[in-house]
């Protein structure tokens, strides 16, 4: 029963004692409490390998036999549930306990096969380690022991040895109960029982990797870690996912300067034991293709340069531009990089034209930003999503934009936990994510949300209007006018908290740190004195140095294409990710400083390219979506890699500017500024709704997709959903589309197989954004929302 | 081979029996057996899109019961029971004679297809041990020579009855049976001498259950 | 004197038509509906109650407290569930009912689901026998189309729909809660407890579940009243049971008597063993429960002498074996059988049916070893009372029982395998191997 004071967090209600006595120490546990965990509490470790606190008891493995004073037979410790003055023995205490406990262990290791020394697990095992402590010196068993052809795939991510299984069921619970993905199942019965998938359905569930996790002996690996390492040759260090919002704490393990894996960090407040197999599986990128010198180009090549050189070119060119400069910063920033960046510009380059948000974005999303989110305490969290009495989504699909979000609001939703919160999602159709969170559609056409938000049912806008409830709107809704503006309004109305849940791990950091035009750090309005001579005297500089309201957005796209800015600064943008031309704009720019762990079409077209860190080789902040800090240090100390930050210094300070590079130094000044407590900017007039006639684009990127953090990662892209183009069957008929539809768009066009979906609306064409065979932007020319023309499509193979 | 869309509609017909459509699964499995003479990945697959559930749930059922045969069973499947008692008093011998006569062995099904040999678990007959079943109706009290005798018989095409039940048709009309019991065949005499061995001997002895 | 056959449930089995809507009712058939539709659902509860009828499916539950623990006016939906899965190894009389008198159990699911109030009953029935879910499917069928089944019964306002269901093969599916699940289109595996099923069982709303004669004795019951029932058996296990003798006997078959015969009573009407021979082993009800022996045979066959016996009166299906009969074979294949059967949920009775058959298979050939009868002792106590459900236990049972009559068995099995002590061919029924 903890007490915070953590904003959001309700005071614990007192909750119902009972004692129970376990090997004679009596405890008080709340009503409900298994043994098993009241034991924890006392520190006795009862052995188990079925039982895990975030899954429903099964009582399968019968490892955890107790004695219970009055009871004739063992118990399960893990599904009997503690009563006032019950007298617990466990193995300490009693020997039928203890005989019952050393049975099972014996009978567990039957059919085990003895490859320990070759095994992943091997060293931070259960079984190994409960062996030791429970199990015979000995074995009695001589006869032939079960095998199984091994390891079988049970994805391309996956591997199960089927001799190792316990037949625990945590691995297929997981799936059903926690993921919703029930494509692994225990088949066949008895003794032959075994773990699996149907024969044409691999288990590509966006969360498998827990699977692994969970396992308490080898039965499952991955195809990236497998043999790859022991365990105890391993450092690990605890950090924060940079895939995305959802903020997951993870242990990441290294060997040798190389990372070998990652694991899912336990967080209860955020990620509770899960990670998405993204955050899992997705570091190839870390350690491949890096970049390692600085690079000058000369004669219209790029060649290596030392630092000294690269700072002074770069310098030299960014002063040249004077201050018709702006400042392009990445959404997976840390937040001390973002805030590097927003110094940088407004005090070195002596620019606000600056902007984090590389994809699509809106003028009212910025003003929203300014006027609702940046700087703001955490106003919905986690937790609230489980008590919430309705959670109504727009422009947001949680499975794929922020995967933790969906498993909390899928628990909340579940009448497992028996909380059963309402989820509504405005959108084009009902997903098998929405499904998983027993979700209700409140159907619009892309770029209609706004009339939706406007127009909700009675009863949906009832339960808004109760305490709790929550509205959650995603980064797509810049795409939609008017989205924005609704959802406040809909907020103001009902009194329902609202969120916004960027997909990207920086973008609520970089928003904070002031890297976007007219919001210094902390959400302070550039235009507001009081808020300029702040950051003034923490910068130490006059206020009338710091710049006015520059650009950002369209604007900023536009001023870049007309060849009104000279000089860029641009910090792990990928130009593919932005719906307009912006390669082509920023080949106007007479002078380009990238800022960059790998090559991209940004260094291809940069002056000067200053290699800088990845999340490993320096330590910093990812504010999640909640707006919660999610801290994390540096894995490879002797990195020889600094930080975005630290590049800008020594890049500040060739241009003649101090600028502070240190993580520290960045954070106290950030805690120094703290949040802006004076008037908040405004939002500017509600934009009307797009005009939806004809048949117009739904699209999103898919969780797992050609994401630049994702490459180098074979096994985990062979878990990608396919490419599919999801319509109704009236829209397909409509278009005469059978197998495959071809979708048109101003810049070309994208085939691929049809996948009825009748929850749709018809006129609309979902379509994966950046995915194998669909780069919507690149291909179609064409972004969510957008109208595109449908027909029959011929499938050319290939797309898989 | 492919589970047909009338199948399919059956299925959803099944499903429309219970408070809950997934628990028609069982039978639903059972018609998909008809249709195919064992459980395909097709079958699965129909279920699971009549259901609307993963084909990996289906898989995981389909898998944990013995009736469902993940390989052709061919015409005819014949069971015999080599639990304890049915095996000791002689289906141990009636299994051998089987297995010389169709050539198949447990779970396999004779080259010609005709056969399907299963050592099944108790029937629920041991009053007539040893217990074979022909597509899963009873022939009660064999021997290896009457067995072997069924076996010829089906083998010329002639008409066998079961002893208690009806005429044998061959399995996959059992499956659908099992999928809609009501199949019109209820008329065979189902009573024999063993089920009436106390009756028998009451009425002999005026004994009776009214009063005592 | 002799106890008497009392031919209830059996009375009319040789009718021809017994089996038919018109058959049933020339005996009397659905006359207790009548009499249960005009009655207060609580007071049917309390007849079976007062009648002490106690469950035929193995465990002997007072089936009216079962009913009683059904919570009433809770709002849910209410369901009778049938257990119809007889797959005991040696019960064969459920399956005999449901071919010969279906509309027994038919006018009794009605009535037991009229007096727990639920208006869905499901009868689920072992795939392996389909002329048995024929007859039921074919008698639900007759029941409805003459209003014994559908909306306002007989003008009473009370409605049910009765669905005949296949199962696919899996003893486990005996086990209640694991036939919930098989029921709910699940793998069979048994639920843990509580929930009881009485409080949430299928589709996790109130349900009984009654082994098929159970429920066939409940229009008896009704019509004919407590008394009457009472009159039949003892304190502690009131009326009558429909027995099925098997084994080495010379006529096998059903026999209904009172609760209370004795085996040697049961084993007369049989016309005693086989020529020959005599009674070396018998099992009172089901490879379950314990074996017991010729001295046995004067024991009533009731819930409690039986369980004073050491040994249970299970599905009240007694098989009987000769001295051709090997013990070690017969063991050997009854774990087999659990082997096959266990459902693979729990450790103890996963791992634990698997390691004991691969040693008794080896007592079989004549391997086994004098400390390996010791390590079999433990390993059965290894797995009773640990298991997660009674087939673990049941698994556990053979052995320690036929070990403590046949030790010396065991003991040859170290050297000479099981044909060798017991000529096979001995114990057919029919004339030698040569009855080809």
Same mark, same amino acid.
């Given at each position: 029963?903890?007490?915070?004071?953590?904003?959001?967090?309700?005071?614990?209600?007192?909750?119902?004692?009972?004692?129970?006595?376990? +090997?004679?120490?009596?405890?008080?546990?709340?009503?409900?409490?298994l043994v098993i965990r009241a034991a924890e509490m006392l520190g006795i470790e009862i052995p188990r390998f079925c039982d895990h606190p975030l899954l429903e008891p099964v009582a399968a493995c019968r490892a955890c036999l107790i004695e219970i004073d009055g009871v004739p037979k063992p118990q399960p410790a893990c599904a009997q549930v503690v009563s006032d003055g019950m007298q617990v023995h466990t193995q300490y205490s009693s020997d039928v306990a203890r005989l019952a406990q050393e049975g099972v262990m014996e009978f567990l290791l039957l059919n085990h096969p003895l490859d320990c020394p070759v095994c992943d697990k091997g060293g931070e095992c259960p079984l190994q380690n409960q062996a030791m402590s429970i199990g015979r010196p000995e074995s009695r068993f001589t006869e032939e022991k079960r095998t199984f052809d091994k390891p079988i795939n049970v994805s391309a991510q996956i591997l199960l040895d089927r001799e190792r299984c316990v037949s625990c069921a945590r691995c297929t619970r997981f799936a059903d109960q926690i993921a919703g993905d029930p494509m692994l199942e225990l088949l066949e019965r008895g003794a032959q029982q075994q773990v699996g998938t149907a024969d044409d359905q691999p288990f590509d569930s966006y969360f498998s990797g827990n699977t692994i996790q969970i396992c308490p002996v080898g039965a499952l690996t991955s195809a990236t870690y497998r043999f790859r390492a022991r365990p105890f040759d391993l450092v690990s260090v605890p950090t924060s996912c940079e895939h995305c919002a959802s903020g997951c704490a993870l242990r990441t393990d290294y060997r040798r300067s190389t990372v070998t894996r990652r694991l899912a960090w336990d967080d209860p407040q955020v990620n509770e034991e899960w990670n998405c197999d993204k955050g899992r599986f997705a570091f190839a990128y870390l350690q491949q293709g890096?970049?390692?010198?600085?690079?000058?180009?000369?004669?219209?090549?790029?060649?290596?340069?030392?630092?000294?050189?690269?700072?002074?070119?770069a310098a030299r060119g960014l002063q040249s531009a004077g201050t018709d400069t702006a400042v392009l910063v990445g959404g997976r920033s840390t937040m001390e990089d973002a805030y590097a960046y927003s110094r940088f510009a407004r005090v070195a380059l002596g620019t606000d034209n600056i902007d984090f948000r590389a994809r699509a974005n809106s003028e009212e999303e910025r003003e929203f930003l300014a006027a609702h989110i940046a700087g703001t305490p955490i106003k919905v969290e986690y937790a609230d999503l489980e008590n919430a009495p309705i959670v109504l989504l727009a422009c947001f699909e949680p499975e794929d934009e922020s995967p933790i979000v969906?498993?909390?609001?899928?628990?909340?939703?579940?009448?497992?936990?028996?909380?059963?919160?309402?989820?509504?999602?405005?959108?084009?159709?009902?997903?098998?994510?929405?499904?998983?969170?027993?979700?209700?559609?409140?159907?619009?056409?892309?770029?209609?949300?706004a009339a939706a938000l406007a127009n909700l049912p009675q009863d949906i806008q009832q339960a808004l209007a109760q305490p709790g409830a929550v509205i959650m709107v995603g980064e797509r809704a810049a795409s939609s006018p008017g989205t924005l503006s609704a959802a406040v309004q809909l907020s103001q109305q009902t009194g329902a908290a609202l969120a916004w849940v960027p997909r990207r791990a920086g973008e609520r950091g970089a928003l904070d740190a002031g890297a976007i035009a007219g919001l210094l750090p902390g959400g302070r309005p550039i235009s507001d004195p009081t808020a300029r001579s702040e950051v003034a005297q923490i910068w130490g500089i006059e206020v009338s140095a710091l710049p006015q309201q520059g650009l950002s957005g369209l604007a900023l796209h536009d001023a870049v294409d007309a060849g009104r800015i000279r000089g860029v600064v641009v910090g792990g943008v990928e130009l593919s990710d932005y719906p307009h031309q912006a390669a082509e704009a920023l080949g106007k720019v007479d002078f380009i400083v990238s800022l960059e762990n790998h090559h991209s079409a940004v260094?291809?077209?940069?002056?000067?390219?200053?290699?800088?860190?990845?999340?490993?080789?320096?330590?910093?902040?990812?504010? +999640?979506?909640?707006?919660?800090?999610?801290?994390?240090?540096?894995?490879?100390?002797?990195?020889m890699m600094g930080s975005d930050a630290s590049v800008l210094a020594m890049l500040a300070d060739s241009m003649g500017h101090s600028l502070p590079g240190a993580v520290n130094d960045l954070r106290a000044q950030m805690g120094r500024l703290g949040p802006w407590t004076g008037a908040r900017a405004t939002m500017g007039p509600t934009r009307a709704s797009t005009t939806t006639d004809g048949v117009r684009l739904e699209t999103w990127r898919l969780l797992l997709d050609l994401g630049v953090m994702q490459e180098g990662d074979a096994h985990l892209a062979a878990t990608a959903r396919p490419t599919v183009a999801r319509m109704s069957a009236r829209t397909a008929q409509a278009h005469g589309i059978a197998e495959a539809a071809t979708v048109h768009g101003p810049a070309g066009s994208i085939t691929a197989p049809v996948e009825i979906d009748d929850s749709m609306i018809d006129s609309v064409v979902w379509l994966p954004m950046n995915s194998d065979g669909s780069r919507i932007y690149r291909d179609l020319g064409a972004g969510y929302g957008d109208g595109v023309r449908l027909a029959a499509g011929t499938q050319a193979g290939g797309l898989s | 081979?492919?589970?047909s869309e009338s199948t399919r509609d059956q299925m959803r017909e099944i499903a429309g029996r219970y408070p809950s459509a997934r628990s028609a699964l069982l039978p639903m499995l059972h018609l998909a057996q008809s249709e195919e003479d064992e459980i395909t990945t097709d079958g699965i697959n129909a279920c699971a899109d009549v259901l609307g559930i993963t084909p990996a749930e289906v898989t995981a059922v389909a898998t944990f019961y013995t009736m469902y045969k993940r390989t052709k069973v061919g015409k005819h499947h014949i069971g015999v029971c080599t639990n304890t008692l049915c095996g000791l008093l002689g289906g141990d011998a009636v299994w051998d004679a089987l297995t010389e006569a169709t050539g198949a062995g447990h779970n396999t099904a004779s080259a010609d297809g005709e056969f399907f040999l299963e050592r099944i678990e108790c029937q629920a007959a041991c009053t007539h041990a040893p217990v074979m079943t022909v597509d899963w109706e009873y022939m009660d009290d064999v021997t290896p020579s009457s067995a072997v005798e069924v076996i010829e018989q089906l083998r010329r095409g002639e008409e066998v009855h079961s002893t208690r039940g009806p005429v044998i048709r061959d399995f996959e009309a059992t499956e659908h049976t099992l999928a809609f019991p009501?199949?019109?065949l209820a008329d065979a005499p189902s009573v024999d001498a063993k089920m009436l061995a106390g009756l028998t001997i009451a009425k002999e002895r005026g004994m009776s259950g009214r009063d005592i | 004197m002799a106890t008497p056959l009392t031919p209830v449930i059996t009375e009319f089995w040789d009718r021809p038509d017994l089996y038919t809507l018109d058959g049933y009712r020339a005996v009397g058939g659905y006359t207790a509906l009548d009499k249960a539709l005009k009655m207060d659902p609580d007071a049917i509860i309390g007849q079976v109650k007062d009648s002490g009828l106690r469950g035929r499916g193995g465990a002997g539950f007072p089936t009216g407290m079962k009913w009683g623990f059904v919570p009433q006016g809770d709002g849910k939906p209410h369901y009778l569930v049938v257990n119809a899965d007889e797959s005991e190894p040696g019960a064969c009389k459920d399956i005999p009912i449901m071919m010969a008198n279906p509309h027994a159990l038919v006018e009794g699911v009605i009535i037991a689901s009229y007096a727990i109030r639920a208006n869905h009953a499901f009868i689920y029935i072992r795939g392996e026998v389909p002329n048995a879910i024929r007859k039921v499917a074919f008698a639900v069928r007759q029941a409805k189309e003459a209003g014994l089944i559908g909306k306002n019964i007989l003008g009473s306002g009370f409605d049910l729909d009765v669905v005949v269901h296949s199962g696919a093969g899996a003893y486990i599916c005996g086990e209640e809660t694991a036939l919930l699940d098989s029921l709910e289109g699940y793998r069979g595996q048994p639920r843990l407890k509580p929930p009881f099923p009485a409080v949430a069982g299928l589709y996790a709303s109130p349900t009984v579940i009654n082994n098929v004669e159970t429920i066939a004795n409940v229009p008896y019951i009704v019509d004919r009243g407590v008394e009457w029932f009472r009159q039949f058996g003892t304190e502690k296990s009131p009326g009558f049971k429909v027995f099925a003798v098997s084994g080495h006997v010379k006529r096998p078959g059903i026999y209904e008597a009172p609760l209370g015969i004795t085996m040697r009573e049961l084993l007369d009407y049989a016309g005693g063993m086989r020529d020959g021979s005599n009674v070396k082993f018998w099992i009172p009800g089901g490879s379950s429960v314990p074996m017991l022996t010729p001295e046995h045979l004067d024991l009533p066959l009731t819930y409690e002498a039986m369980a004073e016996a050491g040994t249970m009166l299970g599905t009240g299906t007694p098989m009987l074996f000769d001295q051709t009969t090997s013990v070690v074979k017969a063991v050997t294949r009854w774990l087999?059988?659990?082997?096959?059967?266990?459902?693979?949920?729990?450790?103890?009775?996963?791992?634990?049916?698997?390691?004991?058959?691969?040693?008794?298979?080896?007592?079989?050939?004549?391997?086994?070893?004098?400390?390996?009868?010791?390590?079999?002792?433990?390993?059965?106590?290894?797995?009773?009372?640990?298991?997660?459900?009674?087939?673990?236990d049941a698994a556990a049972t053979p052995y320690p029982a036929a070990l403590k009559y046949f030790r010396d068995e065991f003991e040859a099995a170290t050297h000479t395998s099981a044909d060798e002590q017991f000529d096979p061919v001995a114990s057919y029924v029919f004339a030698g191997a040569g009855a080809r």
């Open positions: 029963m903890t007490i915070t004071n953590e904003p959001g967090t309700q005071v614990a209600v007192p909750t119902e004692l009972v004692t129970v006595i376990i +090997d004679g120490v009596a405890i008080g546990v709340p009503k409900g409490t890096r970049i390692e010198w600085p690079l000058v180009r000369e004669n219209g090549e790029l060649r290596t340069a030392s630092w000294p050189e690269a700072l002074a070119v969906f498993l909390r609001l899928r628990k909340a939703a579940s009448n497992a936990s028996g909380k059963n919160v309402t989820v509504v999602s405005v959108a084009a159709g009902a997903t098998r994510g929405l499904a998983k969170m027993n979700g209700t559609l409140i159907p619009a056409k892309p770029g209609q949300e260094t291809e077209m940069a002056d000067v390219v200053l290699p800088v860190g990845v999340v490993t080789e320096k330590s910093g902040t990812f504010l +999640d979506w909640e707006g919660r800090p999610r801290p994390f240090g540096q894995v490879f100390r002797d990195a | 081979m492919s589970i009501d199949d019109g | 087999e059988f659990y082997k096959h059967e266990s459902c693979g949920k729990c450790t103890p009775c996963r791992e634990g049916t698997y390691w004991i058959t691969g040693v008794l298979e080896k007592f079989e050939h004549g391997h086994g070893t004098e400390g390996e009868m010791e390590t079999l002792v433990n390993l059965c106590g290894q797995i009773a009372g640990r298991s997660f459900c009674a087939l673990g």
